[in-house]
Nanobody, 125 residues
Framework: QVQLVESGGGLVQAGDSLRLSCAAS????????MGWFRQAPGKEREYVAG????????HYADSVKGRFTISRVNAKNIVYLQMNNLKAEDTAVYYC??????????????????WGQGTQVTVSP
């Protein structure tokens, strides 16, 4: 059974940076694509970024392109989300998700099989 645990959230000011981490256990880490999603109060969960199993391929939502970077270190079973130039509209609970047994990045929530518990990111204006 896959277990995902996020960390690194917090309260920052607009323009600051944060790095989120997602540690995985329970399966062979290199077998699946990973994604980051976020959910703001009263809104649906939305895709933020994805990375292929090797880490060579990445994809971003337009709203974060150029500011966020997703990466993974397979030797450590960790995927990161580096967030720079944060804006108030980035405030949300951030979730990492695994797309088991496939190397393809997907943007839909329904395409991911396992989820972490989430970490809160709050950006003050």
């Amino acid at each position: 059974q896959v277990q995902l645990v996020e960390s690194g959230g917090g309260l920052v000011q607009a323009g600051d940076s944060l790095r989120l981490s997602c540690a995985a256990s329970g399966v062979s880490w290199s077998d699946f694509a990973m994604g980051w999603f976020r959910q703001a109060p009263g809104k649906e969960r939305e895709y933020v970024a994805g990375v292929t199993s090797s880490g060579a391929g990445t994809h971003y939502a337009d709203s974060v392109k150029g500011r966020f970077t997703i990466s993974r270190v397979n030797a450590k079973n960790i995927v990161y989300l580096q967030m720079n130039n944060l804006k108030a509209e980035d405030t949300a609970v951030y979730y990492c998700a695994a797309r088991l047994w496939t190397d393809m990045i997907a943007t839909g929530v329904e395409s991911y099989n396992a989820w972490g518990q989430g970490t809160q990111v709050t950006v003050s204006p």
